[in-house]
Structures are given as structure tokens and as C-alpha cells.
């Protein structure tokens, strides 16, 4: 910290100011959600600025990256030589996050689930370029219930079917935290919960290898 820095609780303005500049899209490119941005690459926020990236290919072969923004919203990227259309243009989803995943359905359409705190919600993939996303929808809880947060948010193509999954935080009648993995199957129009959350000794395998994967024990 500099003596400026020190005499000026809020630092030095004008630096502050520039490294603000640096890390946000010109004028001319921002947009409300749903919109595309295509200014150049050098306009766009640091790489370290984003989190929770997941990597999807299309149909097509081409490599799309989906991550958090440093505006809390999830963007999508084309990426690669042998990317399509949209390569080289940050599409937003609309969705605020603190967690999020991507799947793709049975009839094609991509699937963004997102967790902002205890909140879920959802786009489909309906269109192309700025009309890409359907607008944000919000998907009731499938529990009653204090839920601290909705930690993780998955997504598992099987047997044909998608499947999301919830890691949820929550306090139980004695004031303990524990954490609960729920899971539903993507019916075209929303998610179908299971009533309970997912039982370990009749419950859906996979969902235990993912688990094990990501290092995560579950109450």
C-alpha cells in the first residue's frame, strides 16, 4: 500500500478506477442478459475472474466452455479452431449463480441449472445467437426445510434420460448442519424430484461414483 493509499481509506481513485476499466467490456458492448458480446478479446474480464468452468461439445464437434462471471452470471464460449457460428462471442444465460451444470437432454436442447444461494432455476436452449436461452425459470425446492445453501449443482446424462443433482446444506431439527444430495430427471419442462434425498444403498449408482469422484462424503 503506498502513503496515498494510507491517507485515502478508499485507496488511489484514479488507479482504482483503471483497474476497474480493465476488466470490463467497452460501452458499446454491454448488454442486458440474453445478449452476445463480440467486442475483442482483449476487452473481456481476466480468465482468473471466472469460475466453475465446464467444458460441453456439441453435436456438431464444437468445444463450448460455460462459466461464472465476474458479474455472477453464467456465460457461454465457443472455443477452438474448429468452433462454429458463435466462436469468439460470450453468450449470458441470464442466470445468476454460485453454482451451476450443464446437460444435454434427450432431444438435443442443453439444459443450464443454476444455484444462487437456496434458490434454483433453469434455462433450455430454444434458439441461436441472443435468443438462444429461454428465459430463466424458477424450480421449486423439493424439500421443506432450512436450507443453508445449495452447495454443488450436477448434471448426469444415463440410459438415455438427464439427470441434476443438489448437494444441499441444511439444518436439521437439533440445530445440526448436514448436507443431503437430492436428484430429479429433466422431463422437457422442469425437474422431477425425488421425494427423498438420494439413499445410498437403492439409489442411483452413478450418483455415488460421482461422489467419489469429487471427493465429497455425504451425511
Not at 426445510?145 to 440410459?159: D, K, L, Q, S
Not at 430429479?184 to 445410498?200: E, I, Q, Y
Request: with cysteine.
Amino acid at each position: 500500500m503506498t502513503r496515498n493509499d494510507r491517507d485515502n481509506p478508499h485507496g488511489n481513485l484514479q488507479e482504482n478506477l483503471s483497474m476497474y476499466a480493465a476488466t470490463q467490456p467497452t460501452e458499446s458492448t454491454r448488454q442486458h442478459w440474453n445478449g452476445v458480446r463480440t467486442s475483442g478479446t482483449g476487452d473481456y474480464p481476466a480468465a482468473s475472474m471466472w469460475k466453475g468452468t465446464i467444458l460441453q461439445v456439441t453435436p456438431q464437434g464444437y468445444e463450448e466452455s460455460f462459466a461464472i462471471g465476474p458479474d455472477g452470471y453464467v456465460w457461454s464460449y465457443q472455443t477452438g479452431q474448429m468452433a462454429g457460428s458463435g466462436a469468439g462471442r460470450l453468450l449470458g444465460t441470464g442466470l445468476e449463480a454460485d453454482a451451476f451444470a450443464v446437460g444435454r437432454a434427450r432431444d438435443g436442447q442443453l439444459v443450464v441449472l443454476a444455484a444462487e444461494d437456496d434458490t434454483l432455476r433453469f434455462v433450455v436452449e430454444v434458439g441461436e445467437g441472443a435468443s438462444r436461452w429461454s428465459e430463466p425459470q424458477e424450480q421449486p425446492l423439493p424439500f421443506r426445510g432450512t436450507a443453508v445453501r445449495i452447495e454443488r449443482v450436477f448434471a448426469e446424462p444415463w440410459g438415455g434420460e438427464l439427470y441434476f443433482a443438489i448437494l444441499v446444506r441444511m439444518v436439521n431439527a437439533h440445530g445440526r448442519e448436514m448436507c443431503f444430495l437430492w436428484d430429479a430427471t429433466w422431463n422437457g419442462r422442469g425437474l422431477s424430484f425425488a421425494k427423498t434425498p438420494v439413499d445410498w444403498a437403492r439409489g442411483n449408482v452413478f450418483w455415488l461414483e460421482r461422489m467419489a469422484e469429487e471427493g465429497i462424503a455425504i451425511n
